[in-house]
């Protein structure tokens, strides 16, 4: 038996020619094919862990940006509001885990949150109308208008806040969720047309 470099080749009771035309028989270790698939597995696990991760971290912050408005639709339901903040997370997720590449997840990822950062104004009016209504329902008769006045200045202020850094923060991520997921590389395709004169003697 010859051993060649992790092959096995089998001379017995050859002659030396046929011996020399006999095929090598590698074990599937040593195959490069084998490593190749190997190391094509592992990249594929952590793309999809990183693309996983990516869509978690987006999503607790997507729903970081729409608890205001989850808060003042649910009211003192406290069980659908985190149903819903967990379904945000959740959709999230998935949005970037079936993304092709990594840079596509993020992509998606800054498009949600640019989504849900645009949409802080509105959360934030609606939760400021709602902490409005249970002041003025809970105050002392014949202070409602006082309590109305200074609510509503309170909620103006905070709708404010929230449209300033909505607009110009959701702006932003939108535009960078924009480059990443449509951005990139792009193959133009050059085909050049024989013409018919060519090769014809005149």
């Known amino acids: 038996m010859a051993a060649v470099s992790g092959c096995v080749m089998s001379d017995r009771l050859a002659p030396p020619q046929a011996a020399a035309e006999m095929p090598l028989t590698c074990p599937a270790a040593f195959a490069p094919d084998s490593r190749r698939y ?25 729903a970081v940006m729409l608890s205001p408005a989850a808060a003042a639709l649910a009211g003192n339901a406290r069980q659908t ?66 309590a109305a006045v200074g609510a509503g200045a309170g909620g103006a202020l905070v709708t404010g806040m929230a449209t300033f850094m909505g607009f110009i923060v959701g702006t932003l991520l939108l535009l960078v969720g924009l480059v990443l997921a449509l951005g990139g590389r792009r193959e133009v395709i050059i085909i050049e047309r024989v013409s018919s004169d060519r090769g014809q003697i005149r």
């Not at 999809?48 to 607790?60: D, N, S, T």
Request: hydrophobic share 60%; charged share 10%.
């Open 81 to 146: 509001t985190a149903i819903a903040l967990v379904a945000s997370v959740f959709a999230c997720g998935l949005l970037c885990v079936a993304a092709p590449t990594a840079r596509r997840a993020l992509g998606r990822g800054f498009l949600v949150l640019g989504a849900c950062t645009f949409a802080l104004p509105l959360s934030a009016f609606l939760l400021s109308g709602r902490a409005v209504t249970e002041i003025v329902a809970n105050s002392e008769p014949g202070t409602e208008i006082w």
């Open 38 to 62: 190997s190391w094509s597995l592992v990249m594929s696990v952590v793309a999809f862990a990183f693309r996983l991760i990516v869509g978690i971290v987006f999503g607790i912050l997507s």
